[in-house]
Structures are given as structure tokens and as C-alpha cells.
């Protein structure tokens, strides 16, 4: 195991009722880097990713981060420690403004300290949403939300952030859009983790890729040494 | 014309009143969907808290607040923290069972404690009227209760959205899990925000304590015109408890005027089911 990783999952198993979604999960994030996890629907990628966060209690298994043990616990620790997720749906604060949203991203008494300096930060990457700062945020768009998601979980200032299907729904120009800022903010060392169903997209922007079927991942290695046909056929079970 | 004008003021001012009796109830409702079924009770659970400590120390009923405000906090904190936040879930019966069910045993409690007989706070503001002309009067206490519900309805909304803790309430109301994300513990914002609901009961029973007098069952009458007030506003919204306690206020005013006083609360609720036909969702809330 390499010690540079942020990230270390071993053996997860997670249950919903008599349902197991999670079987057996391995994975290890290495700092500084962007990981796909790619699968279909159902494939239990979102439920490693509100896993990760607290949302669910694992069955079984570890999740180290930066060397702590974080499995079961509640998810508003799991911000305070470093983790963002930008969950499936965007879920912005739909009442809120599009400023009282970002606010709403630095409540832990750690990011209220920089707030100002990450909102700066924030609107530097996505100019749009200071255009609309005073707007609410369901008077944006899909790609603004989404913009808004990721932006918010930029004020907690996190050293992980998580970005669960980002892609759904947004046409290609935002999509591609959105790519380019995610990697932007790679670049200032914060590890990024995107969970996508588009294939083509997440082995080209991620350094190292798992596929998931079925609850369990099934291939996993360099983003640029994976063939596509073969991750294909892994993302399908065939 | 000179003898409308009476009605119409002093309704003005009662909702005013009502709006403060509603402003819990809507600030429940708005951010945990909780129908607080116990809040006229716990309304006059601090008119009682009031007159205990009147009866010990002399005091007017204005100051006796400040003990009350943060006994309110605490009640309404713990209610939510250990009661109500073990029953929240998917569906609304639990909860509401659960307010029931305090509410039969605050009436109770109190019947036990004070007796049924009718009490007031006295107050020498309670019997002062202001002359505007020879037909107009301001019955002074009104005027009181509408400034302070006016007061509260401001800072309350001051807090929910100028305050890490007022928006992380709103947050909350909006999406629970995205909440959570953020950092915010939500089970404690819950109490929290019940304790804040509780401090608005606790000017309102006061208030009503002063305006009116009160027995133990009059909880439910309260709970009422909060009820009322609510829908007619629109659920969850600061702007619309003020409108909504105006309108239910000059509906009853002007309707006790032109029928009877008998007649008030019928014609009061009335209107509340024209308001429902016309506009469901009340005045300010949202449409689903």
C-alpha cells in the first residue's frame, strides 16, 4: 500500500434492509489525483460515494482517511475532516441564494475562517455564479447548479472532493466546461474522485479508473492503460 | 364610516397578535414539515410560567420574559431532541401523535397545578386606551401586541438570514442531506429551531396572558387561530403570518360588527376555507 494515499477503503460491505448494495469493496485513492469510478445504474457507485460521506453505515469494512478511520461516522464530521461531496442531483439549496449557498459550504467553524478568500476563489472559477450571486438558486440552470454544487463544496475548503454524476442532464458544451475547472482545481492538489456512467469521458480525464458492476468493482487500473472495449465489457458483464 | 373604523383598526392590530401566536407553528412547519399540535398549549404553558413568577416576585408580566425566554428555549430543545427528532421519518402521523399527546398532558399538568379557574397577567397597560378622536380608540395593550409581534416577525427573519445558524435552519428545510454535507448536524438545528419556535410562544403567551385571560384548555383555542393563520399566509412564510393574522383578525372584527359577536369565529373561518378555494397554498406559500 502505497503511503501517499488520502484514501483507503478495505472490504466495505453495505446493506439497505436485506439488500446488499456493496460487496467487498477495495479501493485506494492517491493524493492529488483524479479517480473515475465508472459504472451503470445500480452498480453501487453513489452508494461507495454517500458510503465515504456517513450517509450510509457499512456492514462491514474500512475507510481510512489520511491515515483516521472514518467508517459510520456521521456525515457532518465527514466535511470537517476534508471530504466534499457533490452529491447525485445537484441538491442545491433551492430556496437559498446563489451567495447563501456558497456560505452554506463554509458552516464548519474551520472554513469560516478563509470564507472570503475561498468565495473569491470560487467565483474566479465559476464566473457565472457571481453574476447571479443574489439570485435563488432554483432560478438557475442545470449547468449553473451544478456549477453551484461543485462551488460549494469548494468553500469547505476540502482536501477530497467527491463528484457524483456531475455529467447527468447538462448539455455537452457545460459538461466539457466542467471538466476543465475540475481539472483546474486538481491542479492545486486537491484529489477528485468522479463517479460517471460516460465511459469515454471519465478514462479521459482521470489518472487511474475502477469500473463497478453489481456492487462490486470488476476492473480497475491507469485510466490511460485501460482499453475502453475492455472497460465496456466490465461496465456491462460481458 | 366612523363605525367601521374601529373594527378595522383594532383587527389590524390583533393580527399582529395572531401573527406572533402563528409564528412558531409556521417556523415548525416550514423547516421540519412538524405540525406542532402541542404549540397553543405550550403558548399557555408560559402564560402559566409567567403568572408564577408574577405571584413571586410583583412584577410586570413584560419582565417576567426574561426568565421565561430561555425556560421556553430549553423546553422546546429538549422536546424536539429526545421526543420528536426519535419519530421523524417519512411520515407526518408519528410526530404529530407524539405533539398530541403532549398537548393532552400540558392541559393536564396545568388543570393539575393552576386549576380551571381564568387567569390573567396584570398589567396597568391592560386597561389604558389611547383617544385618536372622539370615536377612535386605541386600546393600548393592542397596540403593544402588535408592536412586539411586528418586532419579533423582523428579527426572527433578521436571524434566518443574516446567521450561520438561521441559514443552516433554512438550509435544512430545504434539503436535509445537503445540509448535513455541508457540516451541519441537523438533529441539533432541529432543536434548535424548536427552541427558537418556543421563544416566539413564550412572548406570545404573554402577550395573550396580558390581552386576554386564559384557562388551561385555551391552548387549543390558539392553536386554532395559529392553524388559521398559517394557511392563510401560506405554510412556512414570515411575510405571510403577518397577512395572515390581519386577515383572520378583520374577518372575525368585521364580522362580530356586522352580525354578532357570537358569530366571530364562524365568519373568521369562513373565510379561511374562501382563502383555501381561492388560493391553497395561502398567500405566500409555495405551490407544489
Known amino acids: 500500500m502505497s503511503t501517499n494515499n488520502i484514501l483507503t477503503i478495505q472490504g466495505l460491505n453495505v446493506h439497505y434492509k436485506d ?13 492529488g489525483k483524479i479517480v473515475s469510478i465508472i459504472g451503470a ?35 457532518h464530521l465527514a466535511v470537517e475532516r476534508g471530504i466534499a461531496l457533490v452529491p447525485e442531483g445537484r441538491r442545491v439549496f433551492a430556496r437559498l441564494s446563489v451567495y447563501e449557498n456558497l456560505m452554506m459550504g463554509a458552516y464548519t467553524s474551520k472554513a469560516r475562517q478563509n470564507k472570503d478568500i475561498m468565495l473569491e476563489k470560487v467565483y474566479d472559477f465559476f464566473p457565472r455564479l457571481k453574476e447571479r450571486q443574489n439570485q435563488a438558486a432554483n432560478s438557475l440552470s442545470g449547468g449553473e447548479q451544478q456549477m453551484l454544487a461543485i462551488g460549494r463544496a469548494l468553500m469547505s475548503e476540502p482536501r477530497l472532493i467527491l463528484c457524483d454524476e456531475i455529467s447527468l442532464g447538462l448539455a455537452p458544451v457545460i459538461i466539457k466546461e466542467i471538466y476543465k475547472r475540475l481539472k483546474k482545481i486538481n491542479e492545486e492538489g486537491i ?3 468522479l463517479v460517471e456512467q460516460d465511459v469515454k469521458r471519465s478514462l479521459k480525464a482521470a489518472d487511474y479508473s475502477y469500473v463497478m458492476l453489481e456492487g462490486k468493482i470488476v476492473l480497475q487500473g491507469e485510466a490511460a492503460s485501460l482499453d475502453e472495449d475492455e472497460v465496456k465489457k466490465a461496465y456491462f458483464g460481458i | 364610516m366612523e363605525s367601521l373604523a374601529q373594527p378595522i383598526l383594532n383587527g389590524i392590530l390583533l393580527g399582529g397578535l395572531y401573527a406572533i401566536i402563528a409564528l412558531g407553528m409556521t417556523t415548525m412547519f416550514g423547516i421540519v414539515k ?33 426568565g421565561i425566554i430561555p425556560i421556553m428555549f430549553v423546553i422546546g430543545f429538549v422536546i424536539q431532541k429526545y421526543l420528536l427528532n426519535r419519530v421523524l421519518g417519512s411520515e407526518m402521523e408519528p410526530p404529530l401523535l407524539v405533539a398530541f399527546g403532549l398537548s393532552i398532558i400540558i392541559q393536564n399538568l396545568l388543570l393539575l397545578v393552576f386549576t380551571p379557574d381564568a ?13 385618536l378622536t372622539e370615536y377612535l380608540n386605541v386600546p393600548l395593550i393592542y397596540l403593544v401586541d402588535f408592536l412586539i409581534g411586528c418586532s419579533v416577525i423582523f428579527l426572527l427573519s433578521l436571524f434566518f438570514n443574516k446567521t450561520y445558524i438561521g441559514r443552516a435552519i433554512r438550509s435544512a428545510s430545504d434539503d436535509v442531506i ?25 412572548i406570545a403567551g404573554v402577550l395573550v396572558g396580558t390581552t386576554f385571560s386564559f384557562y388551561p384548555h385555551t391552548g387549543a383555542q390558539y392553536l386554532l387561530i395559529a392553524f388559521g393563520v398559517v394557511i392563510i399566509g401560506g405554510l412556512g412564510s414570515m411575510k405571510g403570518v403577518l397577512l395572515g393574522g390581519i386577515i383572520l383578525a378583520e374577518a372575525q372584527l368585521l364580522g362580530a360588527h356586522f352580525t354578532s359577536p357570537g358569530y366571530q369565529q364562524l365568519i373568521g373561518y369562513l373565510v379561511l376555507l374562501i382563502v383555501l378555494r381561492i388560493r391553497p397554498q395561502g398567500f405566500f406559500g409555495q405551490a407544489h
Do not use: R
Open chain 1, 41 to 75: 445504474n445500480g452498480s453501487g457507485k453513489s452508494t461507495l460515494m454517500t458510503s465515504i460521506v456517513g450517509l450510509n453505515t457499512p456492514t462491514s469494512g474500512t475507510i481510512d482517511f489520511q491515515g483516521e478511520p472514518i467508517q459510520g461516522l456521521p456525515p
Open chain 1, 19 to 31: 439488500l446488499q448494495a456493496l460487496w467487498d469493496v477495495s479501493l485506494e485513492l492517491e493524493e
Open chain 2, 34 to 66: 412538524l405540525v406542532n399540535l402541542a404549540h397553543g398549549d405550550l403558548m399557555i404553558l408560559s402564560g402559566y410560567f409567567s403568572l408564577a413568577i408574577i405571584a413571586q416576585f410583583d412584577i410586570n408580566p413584560f419582565w417576567s420574559l426574561i
Open chain 2, 119 to 131: 387567569q390573567s397577567l396584570k398589567s396597568s397597560i391592560s386597561v389604558q386606551t389611547i383617544k
Open chain 1, 191 to 193: 484529489t477528485i474522485v
Open chain 2, 178 to 202: 445537503a445540509a448535513q454535507l455541508m457540516g451541519v448536524d441537523t438533529k441539533n438545528i432541529f432543536a434548535i429551531a424548536m427552541g427558537i419556535a418556543m421563544i416566539t410562544a413564550a
